[in-house]
């Protein structure tokens, strides 16, 4: 038994990739819950001593850690899911970027409210989804992952995110026939399925119940 614990609120939100990896690896982890409520309250002491004031927070027995990119990026070299050289090492963090910039499109327009709202940014989002799409169709006519044909860190956030999208546009990916081959393939992978389809996984919201 690792000893894995992620310390999160009580939804996917930034802690899902790492989760996905992890269920994917084999690993267990255990969970810290967190209450939006008490969190925002200030009646949490991690509030004050986790390094940016924020979480997720991830801890491997003694060794801690924040930035949800960076605990990937750990768990991605603990697990060989970083490429074999720095040239690989360097085009799956590109790509983990491009899915960074994409979840913080998603996340502006769902959790704070900016523009263009999410009716135009549904509209609009062939445009943030095509680089994607192309990137599948150009590796191995899309018998490859993200970067190259073994799974990569930059894997699991792109699948996260690409579930956050299904759930705010089911049909999102009907004109991705790469993208939909993609989640296809990588939701049909034996460990991660087993989890995708855990009380656990479906007990935890893409958006707060209560968030307004
Ligand atoms: N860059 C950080 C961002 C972390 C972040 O935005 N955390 C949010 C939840 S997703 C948070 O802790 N919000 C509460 C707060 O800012 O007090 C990461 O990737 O981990």
Redesign the pocket.
């Known amino acids: 038994m690792s000893g894995y614990v992620i310390t999160y609120?009580p939804v996917r939100?930034?802690a899902e990739a790492m989760r996905l990896l992890l269920a994917d690896q084999g690993a267990e982890w255990k969970e810290e819950v967190v209450s939006f409520q008490k969190?925002f309250a200030g009646e949490v002491d991690l509030?004050k001593t986790a390094v940016?004031?924020?979480?997720?927070q991830f801890k491997d027995g003694d060794f801690v850690l924040?930035?949800?990119?960076t605990i990937l990026r750990y768990l991605g070299r603990k697990y060989d899911l970083y490429g074999s050289n720095i040239k690989e090492s360097a085009l799956i963090d590109m790509l983990n970027d491009g899915v960074e910039d994409l979840r913080q499109k998603y996340s502006g327009v769902v959790f704070y409210k900016r523009e263009p709202g999410p009716e135009k940014y549904i509209e609009e989002l062939s445009n943030h989804l095509g680089p994607f799409e192309r990137l599948l169709s150009q590796n191995s006519k899309g018998s490859g992952f993200i970067a190259g044909n073994k799974i990569s860190y930059a894997d699991y956030s792109l699948l996260d995110v690409l579930q956050n999208h299904q759930h705010l546009a089911s049909d999102c990916l009907k004109s991705f026939p790469f993208l939909s081959a993609y989640v296809e393939k990588m939701t049909s992978r034996p460990k991660l399925k087993t989890y995708l389809e855990s009380d656990a996984r479906k007990n935890c919201p893409i958006v707060p119940k209560d968030f307004k």
């Open positions: 609120f939100g930034r969190w509030k940016f004031g924020q979480l997720p924040y930035q949800s990119n």
